[in-house]
């Protein structure tokens, strides 16, 4: 038995507080819970009242006992918390914690089901519409250069019709980054009975990227039938077409003097005075998996491309159809690199190199390329190298290529310095010398075999000038067997 007596403050009483340790000891057993902690919290406070009664009741400051039992309450409540308290955390997790480990997941958009819905959901943004007028595409360029750029969304089976010449173009000329999305049957075209001018004109600072689009019946004295871009200016297509346009200087589809990549795309039955029957570029030019198809120069060369002092990169697609005075592929000065395209069915009809021509200290790679069934009336049907350039074919088929009328090269001609490496030279045609091979340079073979060619005269397979040098390697594979009337003239380690 515990006897505490202490004054009532309120009344001048003592207070007779008796405890008994056998409330602790009898009844049954209680689990430890809110119910005992209650209890031993009011029996707490219970004493402090007694301790401040006793200790106010004898004059001794009462602060140093208050601040013991406030912390003997604060640890109270602490441990409480933790033995007690996990409804209140489960709660607390519920309303607070739960919701922001769920935000965490839905936010990063990789955890949680939310997340992933809301990240696949999310939409492309979308252009500005125009209407099937010209008049409202003209509005909408010409206000998107004013704030500095737009994508402009194109109305579906619609035929923009230009019909008035803005400063050599029918549209404004690009000055910002412009997009324009097209769809099925979307046309740009210069109406028949109009004042002959382009469609686009790229000036400095202007990007214009194209997609889904046909631009057709443009048509200028000067270069860039269909396109002109400007030194500093860029063009990007992608899945369009550029057909059908006319100029009287170079580039009858697209003039580069700045950049341009055409990708996925067609540039076909264009025509030009001099140069780039489809694409003229003394910039830079990139062409990945389309088709450089059926376009003319009428007095020049690069029925297809024309790269002069400047780099063209070529990937996949085809080079075909396309007729010039001088090759479908000219490389003037500069760097060309030709990978994964078939060149067929080109025809020079008044110089060499049916299918690609490399001059004037120029440089031209091609890897995995198939020259077939290109027509030059002379010295090459199929590659022109001329003296001072530069040529490397690797991994590649030329195939039934024809000089028809002038000396020889069937399949090539060779004054500069070129290297051919796991190449098949097969089938080729030549009216005088050289079936396969007329070299009057320095030529190195790797593992290439020159088969089954034809010269009317001499050499069927390679005919060696003499002042030119054949490098057969025949250690690597290199074999030249069945042509005719013969191997080889003037050719070290071939049989003849």
Same mark, same amino acid.
């Given at each position: ?203 400095? =600072? &202007?990007? %214009? !990227? ?5 631009? *057709?019946?443009?048509?200028?004295? #000067?270069? +860039? @039938? $269909? /396109?002109?871009?400007?030194? =500093? &200016?860029? %063009? !990007? ?5 550029? *057909?059908?346009?006319?100029?009287? #200087?170079? +580039? @009858? $589809? /697209? ?20 140069? #780039?029957? +489809? ?23 690069? #029925? ?193």
């Amino acid at each position: 038995m515990v006897r505490v007596v202490g004054p009532c403050r309120s009344r001048g009483k003592d207070i007779d507080f008796t405890m008994s340790n056998q409330d602790q000891t009898q009844g049954p057993v209680r689990p430890v819970g809110r119910r005992a902690k209650s209890r031993w919290r009011w029996w707490a406070v219970g004493l402090a009242g007694v301790t401040g009664l006793a200790l106010g009741a004898v004059g001794v400051a009462a602060s140093p006992a208050a601040d013991a039992l406030g912390r003997t309450l604060t640890a109270a409540d602490d441990h409480g918390g933790d033995r007690g308290g996990d409804r209140g955390k489960r709660d607390a997790g519920k309303h607070d914690g739960g919701k922001r480990k769920h935000d965490d997941k839905g936010k990063d958009g990789k955890k949680g089901k939310d997340g992933e819905k809301s990240k696949g959901s999310e939409k492309k943004p979308t252009g500005i519409p125009v209407p099937c007028d010209a008049d409202a595409l003209i509005a909408q360029i010409t206000l998107a250069n004013a704030r500095g750029g737009a994508v402009l969304d194109l109305a579906k089976d619609c035929t923009y019709l230009l019909t008035a010449d803005i400063d050599g173009a029918g549209l404004p000329a690009i000055t910002a980054p412009i997009t324009l999305n097209g769809g099925k049957k979307t046309t740009i075209e210069r109406a028949a009975a109009v004042d002959e001018f382009r469609i686009f004109t790229v000036d400095v =600072g &202007g990007d %214009l !990227t194209l997609n889904k689009l046909t631009v *057709t019946g443009g048509q200028t004295d #000067g270069d +860039g @039938g $269909g /396109i002109l871009v400007n030194a =500093g &200016g860029a %063009l !990007t297509t992608t899945h369009s077409t550029i *057909t059908r346009n006319i100029s009287g #200087g170079s +580039g @009858g $589809g /697209i003039a580069n003097n700045g950049t341009t990549r055409v990708k996925y795309s067609t540039v076909d039955r264009n025509t030009a005075a001099t140069e #780039g029957g +489809g694409i003229y570029s003394t910039g830079l030019l990139e062409v990945v998996k389309s088709h450089i198809d059926n376009n003319t120069v009428t007095n020049g060369g690069g #029925g297809g491309i024309s790269s002069a002092t400047s780099t063209v990169t070529v990937k996949g697609g085809t080079i075909s159809g396309n007729f010039a005075n001088i090759s479908a592929l000219r490389v003037v000065g500069g760097i060309g690199t030709v990978t994964g395209t078939t060149f067929t069915n080109n025809t020079a009809r008044s110089s060499g190199g049916g299918a690609a021509r490399v001059e004037s200290d120029g440089q031209l790679t091609m890897r995995k390329v198939n020259l077939t069934d290109n027509t030059a009336s002379a010295l090459g049907g199929a590659l022109f190298v001329e003296s001072e350039s530069f040529a490397v074919v690797e991994d590649s088929i030329i195939k039934n290529n024809t000089n028809t009328l002038v000396a020889g090269g069937g399949g090539i001609y060779n004054a500069g310095q070129t290297v051919i490496r796991h190449t098949k030279i097969i089938g080729n045609q030549a009216p005088d010398i050289g079936g396969g091979i007329y070299n009057e340079g320095t030529i190195s073979l790797f593992a290439t075999k020159v088969v089954e060619n034809i010269a009317l005269t001499d050499g069927g397979g390679i005919f060696n000038a003499v002042a030119g040098t054949v490098n057969l390697n025949t250690a690597t594979g290199t074999i030249v067997i069945k042509n005719r009337p013969n191997n080889c003239v003037n050719v070290p380690g071939c049989a003849g």
